[in-house]
């Protein structure tokens, strides 16, 4: 069992790929963290359909993608993060999740529990869930989604992470809400759920981050038996291991995901349509969708131009999306492109 002492999502993300990667598959494996503030969208998702950039600018909270599955969620030091790895023979959505569940119900965190169920359970979505403070029975217009999961599966080892709403700061999801309604895509989209904190589902009760952890940790142990914990901390980026005739080291994960090729370059395809009609540009008219594929455009559509629009619009093929629009903050630099001044302010406002 790993439980880290840093903050930092690129470590922990790549130490959960070494993890994944390099222990033997009959190995379980738990591993906890807390990350400071940022957005994690997954491996197959549209970063440009999930977030909401001058939020996201706004509020200084970088994104980061993952290399799991899964939607996109809010991180933040009060949201604990499990990481569960398995035989691929003993994966199952449920397993692990109601190991959570029944850490929460036991000592030391003891939830109560309410309408004769446990105090958190799991959904349809396979999603750990409460019933709100306050509501008056067990309906499901009162659950509320306090843990979210996804899954990676390859050859025989697999593994199962999620977040655990302690005492985030919920507000500050909405920068996951933005819906492009002028943007086409066949990237795995995020559900949306009311959410809540634990702390706050149950004032009074000891779910504390340090509770929290002893109370998974015994859970496993009574699922696993016997293990040593282990801290993680800045030293792991030098681990290394041969595994199939191949050199896995966490360093070359942690730098890989920082680059433009992972967060940008890997987005599925995906068109995204703006016109002079819903944001003007003067006399110039037209209406544009711009074809990209990882990461850059590789085709413009141009529909009813006037004014030099179609011109202007035809020099965007080639150009990293990221240069187009205003980006989140990220650790990648912005692209860089050569527009004509006036194009690249418009599209600025019209793609948004």
Known sequence: ???????DPYVHLAWEDFLFRTVAPDVPVCFLYVNTPCVVIGKNQNLWGEVDPRAMRAAHIPVVRRKSGGGSVYHDLGNLNYSFHMPRSAFSRRTHTELVARALHAPPVSLPSRFGRPPVFLNARYDLAVYSLGAPTADAAHERKVSGSAYKVAQDRAYHHGTLLLHADLARM???????????SKAVASVPSPVANLQETFPGAPCTLAHVTE???????????STDVHTLD????????????????????YEDMQTWSWLYGTSPAFSVTASTQAVPDGDRQGTLTLHCTYGRVDRVDVRSAAGGFAEAAQTLVGAPYDAL??????????SSWPL?????????????
């Not at 933005?178 to 943007?183: G, I």
């Not at 109370?215 to 038996?225: H, L, N, P, Q, T």
């Not at 004509?340 to 948004?352: D, G, K």
């Open 234 to 253: 800045a030293s792991c980026l030098d681990a290394a291991a041969h595994v199939r005739g191949k050199h896995v080291r966490v360093r070359s994960s």
């Open 174 to 184: 909405s920068m996951l809400k933005q819906r492009r309604h002028n943007m086409e």
């Open 325 to 334: 629009v205003l980006p989140p903050p990220s650790v990648v630099p912005r």
């Open 1 to 7: 069992m790993y439980v880290s002492s840093l903050h």
């Open 215 to 225: 109370a998974i940790r015994a859970e496993f142990v009574r699922m696993y038996g």
């Open 340 to 352: 004509e001044a006036r194009m690249a302010a418009w599209l600025e406002r019209a793609l948004c």
